[in-house]
């Protein structure tokens, strides 16, 4: 059963534009969530989180926005670069319950120039 | 760099065989964390250990089985190996078990069955 659900397995953009990258979950217990960026034959690579007391986290270029009643979280990246051209992965967990994090399948971005 | 390390990067065994795959975790990580990536699938956790003690449990076959020993560095056996089986074999640590933590990967153990 799939708790954590990426809808869009590609995206591609313009380079300059914003990238918006949509994760859904089932399980209202969640309160912890992360995004994960993987290039080819790389392992993911931690990008940004965000806890459920908050409903936006910025770094830079990439923001995440949760949206808890609704059950949704997205990542922003402003403006895309080719080299953001990866798989991101959304993820959600449970704090402090033992849990692993759960993870989507993944969307893959195309940042064309 | 994530600081996990894992061998070997790639594998290739026939179906029926056994494999160990090898992890170090970050130094001074705690937790180790298996996950396994199939075409088209997302990262499936099988199973986390914590300080040499298992700590959850995924969607692990029973033909796979973990350790993880007194110096941290975790193993993941795979035996009765399947063509299924052909996967990316991803590590992960943590400082501490349970959620709300960053887990940092290794750059996985691809396995090729045939």
């Known amino acids: 059963d799939q708790q954590v659900k990426q809808n869009s397995p590609s995206l591609s953009v313009q380079e300059g534009r914003i990238s918006i990258l949509n994760c859904d979950y089932t399980?209202?217990?969640?309160?912890?969530f992360l995004w994960y960026k993987k290039y080819p034959a790389e392992g993911p690579t931690f990008l940004i989180s965000?806890?459920?007391?908050?409903d936006k986290n910025e770094d830079g270029r990439f923001t995440v926005f949760l949206n808890k009643s609704a059950k949704h979280l997205s990542l922003h990246i402003v403006p895309s670069q080719p080299g953001d051209s990866a798989v991101y992965f959304c993820?959600?967990?449970?704090?402090?319950?033992?849990?692993?994090?759960?993870f989507g399948k993944g969307t893959s971005l195309l940042v064309t120039p | 760099d994530s600081g996990v390390t894992q061998t070997p990067k790639h594998l290739i065994t026939a179906t029926g065989q056994r494999v160990t795959l090898r992890c170090s975790p970050r130094?001074?990580?705690?937790?180790v964390y298996w996950y396994q990536q199939s075409l088209d699938q997302g990262l499936q956790f099988l199973i986390q250990?914590?300080?040499?003690?298992?700590?959850a449990k995924g969607n692990i076959l029973e033909r796979f089985s973990a350790q993880q020993f007194p110096d941290l560095h975790s193993e993941l056996n795979l035996s009765s190996l399947e063509l299924g089986d052909s996967a990316l074999y991803f590590c992960?640590?943590?400082?501490?078990?349970?959620?709300?933590?960053?887990?940092?990967f290794g750059e996985g153990s691809w396995l090729t069955v045939v």
């Open positions: 250990y914590y300080n040499g003690e298992e700590r």
């Open positions: 965000i806890s459920s007391i908050k």
């Open positions: 992960a640590s943590s400082v501490v078990g349970g959620s709300g933590n960053t887990i940092y």
């Open positions: 399980n209202s217990m969640f309160d912890y």
């Open positions: 130094s001074g990580d705690l937790s």
């Open positions: 993820a959600a967990s449970v704090s402090n319950s033992g849990y692993a994090l759960n």
